[in-house]
């Protein structure tokens, strides 16, 4: 049994809900040292020094740091040294966001922490694949003298392994009294692409066509207009609103029909995995990590580019024979602590 130390500098969401799964089934020895969810760019730029006093405290020494992708691992390996294993988890990469102009520090830091790091783990090939061309990007950007061929590194020491999930509650289910309940379970920021949504919803609404509303995700701060928007104009269709306490939040995914995302990005996807988990159709784009979450051979379930609209629509309409449910078994933690297990023996 290995003695690991897990460096969460953003201690919530699914973050927190990764590192509580993997103490709670790893056969090692899991120690998490970790900070609150808020001031991302500080917990990326300056928490190292903080983690490594945390870490020079502990009463035991580790064999396997894993740390998290907020965490600048250059400089915690710095000030901790190099003869303890250390792998970096990619729950996000600050290169790969859509829409933004490029956050050239962060985007550093976190290429600068990839190469520090004995091993790299990305959540998803889809994020592995972008973050190495995102890289090379980066790299062109710099002056020629001083550019390096970091992606061949890079490439050499990354892996996909995917996030163990809590699904021992899930069971799916699909109760067809009623019309059918289309939930929202996402942030409200501009990148999940809200705005898209209440389109989708103005046009079923429209054409007259009968749903209700879970609208589960956390708002956004500042507030969402859209969310305060869609709140009120489909007050009479809603069923609930969150943020939900962790059981609330279950049922409601028990009772819901259609999970949606109209994203323009997606590292994994958490969220959409428990939803699938409670019985939940998808109705999710051909695009990101989706491919991955929904795998299954010769059966065309996500939708193409552009196209969330008509396909929400599309399953409104054919309810309630809205076809077999998606397994997402292969993420239950029972299923994926067994190559954490190996993997973290190996590195120790």
């Not at 995995?273 to 051909?286: D, F, I, Q, S």
């Amino acid at each position: 049994m290995a003695r690991v130390a897990v460096i969460e500098p953003w201690g919530g969401g699914s973050h927190a809900a990764w590192t509580a799964g993997l103490r709670r089934h790893s056969r090692h020895d899991i120690t998490v040292v970790t900070l609150a969810d808020r001031a991302w760019r500080w917990r990326l730029r300056g928490s190292a020094p903080w983690f490594a006093e945390r870490i020079a405290g502990l009463r035991w020494r580790p064999e396997v740091l894993i740390v998290s992708s907020l965490v600048d691992a250059a400089s915690l390996r710095g000030l901790t040294g190099r003869d303890v294993p250390m792998v970096l988890y990619a729950h996000e990469t600050q290169w790969a966001y859509p829409g933004d102009r490029l956050d050239v520090e962060s985007a550093m830091r976190n290429l600068v922490s990839m190469l520090a790091v004995d091993q790299v783990w990305f959540n998803s090939d889809f994020h592995r694949r972008t973050a190495l061309t995102a890289a090379a990007d980066l790299i062109d950007r710099m002056p020629v003298d001083q550019q390096v061929d970091a992606v061949a590194r890079l490439q050499g020491k990354s892996d996909v392994v995917y996030p163990g999930v809590d699904l021992s509650w899930a069971t799916p289910t699909f109760v067809e009294n009623g019309p059918p309940v289309v939930l929202w379970p996402h942030r409200w920021d501009s990148d999940k692409n809200p705005d898209v949504f209440e389109r989708a919803l103005s046009g079923l609404d429209a054409g007259a066509a009968d749903f209700r509303l879970v609208l589960a995700g956390d708002d956004s701060c500042p507030s969402s207009d859209v969310r305060a928007r869609i709140v009120d104009r489909f007050a009479q269709r809603i069923l609930a609103v969150g943020p939900f306490d962790v059981d609330a939040y279950r049922r409601w995914l028990h009772r819901s029909h259609l999970v949606v995302s109209c994203t323009a990005h997606e590292f994994f996807g958490m969220a959409v995995v428990e939803a699938l988990a409670a019985g939940c159709r998808p109705v999710l784009p051909g695009a990101f990590s989706y491919p991955e979450i929904v795998a299954e051979p010769g059966v065309d379930r996500l939708y193409a580019p552009g196209r969330f609209g008509s396909a929400l629509a599309g399953e409104i309409r054919r309810w309630p024979d809205l076809g077999p449910a998606v397994s997402v078994e292969r993420f239950a933690w029972r299923n994926r602590i067994g190559e954490y297990d190996e993997r973290l023996a190996a590195l120790a």
